[in-house]
């Protein structure tokens, strides 16, 4: 069964602080994805990687970078933390369907 | 891009009823289009997918129909059930494995 490991559950930071996201898959997918969910807004996309040191923007790309420095890596950074940036982010990897991770609820107060 | 819209974004039924959701998208070069479940507090999940070469496809109690020409597809639940009360999403893409747009999700609630 894949596996997609986000590091927090839980995360609290402030305004302007730095944010990395991480996460973490098992099953050697070359896609990895990171997405967005917020109230009546459903998935939106902030960044995919098709391979190692690759990435592509998504719908939302503004405010955030990723960094895929190993296969089963990908992180999600937000280079200054804002009010708006409160949400919920799924990591996914792929070779057909997408497998999601739990998702780490992020607030920035 | 891919647009998808999906309706209707809340829905209730009794137990026992059928439900129906339905989505668009406007790429006609999106050949795949899967379904998501997510309960809440935990991780959308694909209950059913299915490819533009295909017209229906059904798992027990769920199927999918495509009408590539009018660009829409549905996700059919018969004999609903409690446990089926989560939200799902639509989506589509050009091919399995690549970035897809999502629907903005339809809340499900089935009344026992």
């Known amino acids: 069964d894949v596996k997609v490991t986000q590091s927090s559950r839980y995360l609290v930071k402030r305004t302007g602080e730095k944010v990395f996201l991480e996460c973490v898959q098992d099953?050697?997918?070359?896609?990895m994805f990171w997405y967005r969910q917020d109230p009546g807004l459903g998935l939106r996309l902030i960044y995919f990687?098709?391979?190692?040191?690759?990435?592509e923007k998504g719908d939302i790309p503004e405010g955030y970078s990723v960094s895929r420095e190993k296969k089963e890596r990908f992180s999600l950074i937000l280079e200054s933390a804002s009010t708006n940036q409160t949400s919920m982010y799924l990591c996914?990897?792929?070779?057909?369907?997408?497998?999601f991770g739990n998702g780490t609820r992020l607030t920035v107060t | 891009g891919e647009n998808v819209e999906q309706h209707p974004s809340t829905l209730s039924v009794q137990e026992g009823d059928s439900a129906v959701i339905k989505c668009t998208y406007s790429?006609?070069?999106?050949?795949?289009f899967p379904w998501y479940k997510q309960e809440l507090g935990k991780r959308p999940q694909l209950i059913i997918d299915?490819?533009?070469?295909?017209g229906e496809k059904k798992d027990q109690r769920i199927a999918v129909t495509l009408n590539k020409t009018a660009k829409h597809f549905s996700l059919h639940i018969t004999e609903t059930q409690p446990e089926d009360s989560a939200v799902y999403f639509c989506?589509?893409?050009?091919?399995?494995?690549?970035?897809?747009?999502f629907g903005t999700g339809t809340s499900l609630t089935v009344i026992p």
């Open positions: 996914a990897s792929s070779s057909e369907a997408l497998h």
């Open positions: 099953m050697d997918h070359e896609n």
């Open positions: 990687s098709y391979d190692v040191k690759m990435k």
């Open positions: 790429d006609s070069a999106s050949n795949y």
């Open positions: 299915i490819r533009s070469n295909v």
């Open positions: 989506a589509a893409g050009p091919n399995t494995g690549n970035q897809f747009y």
